[in-house]
């Protein structure tokens, strides 16, 4: 009975984890991406280079990076080698790289 046990309690901390993990997805609405890629084609950045930052949805921007604001949209931006990089300034988080 215990082997049975092991398999259905590894699946459930699977399940649970997969749970954890969508909760922390950030959506950003097509009508917001629309919004960002106007804005930042209206309003270009020099783009930077940061080294040892991946850029990957989770990563972190380091403070010494200055975020720019998009008008009626929560989220920041920058542009790091040629990618413009959504950011919840709260948590300097990248939310969505857009190329």
Known sequence: MKIHLVPA???LALLAGVGV???DQVIITPEQQT???EYV???PLASISLLGVELNVGSTLPDTVEL????HVE???VVVDDRTVLVD???RRIVQ???
């Open 35 to 37: 919004v960002v890629r």
């Open 21 to 23: 993990a969508t909760a």
């Open 97 to 99: 790289v857009i190329d």
């Open 89 to 91: 300034p709260g948590t």
């Open 9 to 11: 309690a590894a699946g």
């Open 41 to 43: 084609e209206r309003h």
């Open 68 to 71: 720019h604001e998009v008008p």
């Open 75 to 77: 989220y920041r931006y």
